[in-house]
C-alpha cells in the first residue's frame, strides 16, 4: 500500500479437517469410507476494495480503475441561463445514447448525467467517488461540436477538449490509458519500494523509522534469506513488527544466510509490516 505496508488480500487457506469436523462434512473415500472432508477457504472478501482504495486513491479521494469502476464517465451539462437548458441537454443526452452503445470489457459503459447546478461542488463529488473521466458541455462546446474532458489519474486541473466524434470512438482507448497508468503507477511505487537485503543492520534500519515520535513512512518489501525456523521469524516480529507475507513460488533458490540468525538458507522470502 501506499504507507508501503503489506495488506493481506484475496489470499487461499488450507483449512485442514477442524471445520469439517465441527460442521459434521463427510464423504466416502476410495475405499468406500467416510471420513471428515479436507477443506479450503478462498478469501475475496470487501478487503479487496480496501486495498483498491489504498493503492489508486489520493487525498481527493478514490481513483477507480475502469475495468472495475461502478459508471465509465459522467457528463456535467454547464447550464448558466435558461436559455441554454434545451440545447445543452439535448445535445448531452444525445452523447450520452450514444456512449452507452459502447462496450468496455464486456459491458456496456455506464454513463452518468448530473445535471445539477452546483458547479464546482458537483464536480468534485465525482472526483472524490474516483469515475474515470468527468465530461463538461456547455454552449461554447456545442458551437465546436467538443466536449471538454478530465480524467481522474491525472491532475485535476488538467483538462483538455476533443471533438466530440471522436471522443465517443476513442472512448475505449482512453479508459484502457486510464487503467494501464494506475497498474504502471502502483507498480512502480512497489518495485522502488521491494528491495533485496542481506546485512542484518540494513535490515533493521528499513523497518525502524528515523523520527520514533512521530515516524515517517518506511520500509516496504525486503527480499531476504529466512532459514526455515519459525522461532527466527517470532523475534524478528516482536524486535520490528515485521513478519513473512509470502513465500514466493517463483523465485529461484538460491544460497544464502537467514537474516536473523545466520544459519544457512537456500530461498528468500517476502518480510513487511502489515495491518
Known amino acids: 500500500m501506499q504507507d508501503r505496508k503489506a495488506l493481506q488480500a484475496g489470499t487461499s487457506h488450507f483449512l485442514g479437517q477442524n471445520f469439517a469436523r465441527a460442521s459434521d462434512i463427510r464423504f466416502q473415500n476410495a475405499q468406500e469410507k467416510e471420513e471428515f472432508a479436507w477443506t479450503t477457504s478462498w478469501g475475496v472478501s470487501t478487503r479487496l476494495i480496501g486495498g483498491l482504495i489504498m493503492t489508486h486513491g489520493d487525498d481527493n479521494g478514490v481513483m477507480m480503475p475502469p475495468r472495475l469502476a461502478p459508471a465509465h464517465v459522467v457528463l456535467l451539462p454547464i447550464i448558466r441561463s435558461e436559455n441554454d437548458k434545451t440545447s445543452v441537454m439535448e445535445y448531452t443526452n444525445h452523447v450520452a445514447a450514444q456512449l452507452r452503445e459502447k462496450t468496455y470489457y464486456g459491458r456496456n459503459l455506464v454513463v452518468e448525467i448530473d445535471d445539477r447546478t452546483t458547479g464546482g461542488a458537483r464536480n468534485w463529488e ?150
Not at 132 to 141: A, M, T
Request: proline content about 5%.
Open 126 to 275: 465525482w472526483i472524490k467517488k474516483g469515475i474515470p473521466l468527468r465530461v463538461e458541455i456547455g454552449p461554447k462546446d456545442i458551437a465546436k461540436d467538443a466536449v471538454f474532458a478530465a480524467r481522474r489519474d491525472r491532475d485535476v486541473k488538467d483538462r483538455f477538449a476533443m471533438q466530440k466524434d471522436r471522443f465517443i470512438d476513442d472512448i475505449g482507448t482512453l479508459l484502457d490509458d486510464i487503467q494501464k497508468n494506475l497498474y504502471q503507477r502502483a507498480l512502480i511505487f512497489r518495485n522502488e519500494h521491494t528491495r533485496r537485503i542481506d546485512d542484518p543492520v540494513e535490515f533493521n534500519a528499513f523497518y525502524t523509522p528515523k523520527n520514533e515520535e512521530r515516524p515517517e513512512i518506511h520500509g516496504g518489501f525486503a527480499l531476504s534469506h529466512w532459514c526455515g525456523d519459525a522461532a527466527c521469524e517470532q523475534k524478528i516480529k516482536e524486535r520490528l513488527t515485521v513478519t513473512i507475507r509470502c513465500i514466493p513460488h517463483d523465485m529461484t533458490p538460491e544460497p544464502g544466510q537467514c537474516i536473523e540468525c545466520g544459519k544457512e538458507s537456500q530461498q528468500r522470502v517476502v518480510f513487511a509490516k502489515a495491518y
